[in-house]
């Protein structure tokens, strides 16, 4: 049974199960394996778009900072944030042995964007929307975050039965890729619902592509129908 706090958009269940992993998240045989063989794609998609070298950018959902330690050796200043204490312990750990300086905080998105409006050059949001309570209040607040002219990218499931095959089937019950229970089909978003959320926040869709995984040759490309992962890149219009 799922268990969320309307108040704060943050499913407790959810939560606890990332905190259970968290020890094993940079195990890149592990149960973060396919979020360790998503990322080289995932980032080269964030490159073609934006130059990272100075900018200020907020990874929303961070986990173990898979994707956050890969920004900052970009030369990004990244702020990454996540609401599982154990999940950010360890990103803090692996920090200091990498030597790869990212600002972990402990905080919802909502509350974030409180603190710092349009504050951000670039938003990054990835596998993490499904596993809110209410997705379209987590754009809007990425949205607030973005500064006039940032660019956000959001990555997440589609809900579609092929995602629900390949996505959940294979991945936790066949292959044993991730953990059983780590996804719930009804969750995932269609590519539309997703983009209609960017607009009702006033950012503009710049693309939307498929991120394909192989997880026999454990590789990652990016292009195609968004039929199970995919990508949106949006951007704050700056006026
Ligand atoms: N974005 C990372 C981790 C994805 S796993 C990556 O792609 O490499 C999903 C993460 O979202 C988990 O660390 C979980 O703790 C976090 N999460 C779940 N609900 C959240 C919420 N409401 N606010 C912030 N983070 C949340």
């Not at 995932?42 to 929303?60: C, F, K, P, Q, T």
């Not at 999940?87 to 600002?103: K, N, P, T, Y």
């Not at 039965?161 to 294979?170: E, K, N, S």
């Not at 997703?194 to 990016?222: E, F, K």
Request: hydrophobic share 45%; with cysteine; net charge negative.
């Amino acid at each position: 049974m799922s268990t969320s706090t309307q108040a704060d958009n943050v499913d407790a269940h959810e939560r606890d199960q990332f905190a259970a992993m968290a020890s094993t998240w940079w195990d890149r045989e592990g149960p973060m394996r396919p979020l360790h063989d998503l990322n080289p794609a995932r980032l080269s998609y964030i490159m073609r778009a934006v130059n990272l070298n100075g900018s200020a950018v907020l990874d929303v959902g961070c986990g173990g900072g898979i994707l956050a330690e890969s920004l900052a050796r970009q030369r990004a200043q990244v702020t990454a944030i996540d609401i599982a204490d154990e999940v950010l312990d360890v990103a803090r750990l692996h920090g200091m042995e990498s030597g790869i300086e990212v600002d972990y905080r402990h905080s919802t998105v909502e509350d974030f964007a409180v603190v710092a409006p349009a504050a951000m050059d670039v938003v990054s949001c990835m596998e993490m929307l499904e596993h809110v309570p209410d997705p379209a209040a987590v754009v809007s607040a990425c949205a607030a975050i973005a500064r006039p002219g940032a660019e956000l990218f959001f990555s997440t499931l589609n809900r579609h039965p092929l995602a629900f095959a390949l996505g959940i089937v294979a991945a936790e019950y066949v292959l044993g890729l991730l953990p059983r229970g780590t996804h719930h089909y009804q969750r995932f978003i269609r590519p539309a619902e997703l983009a209609a959320w960017c607009r009702q926040a006033g950012l503009q869709v710049m693309d939307i592509s498929a991120l394909h995984y192989n997880p026999l040759t454990r590789r990652a490309s990016v292009g195609g129908r968004p039929l199970i992962n995919y990508l949106l890149h949006a951007r704050k219009p700056d006026h």
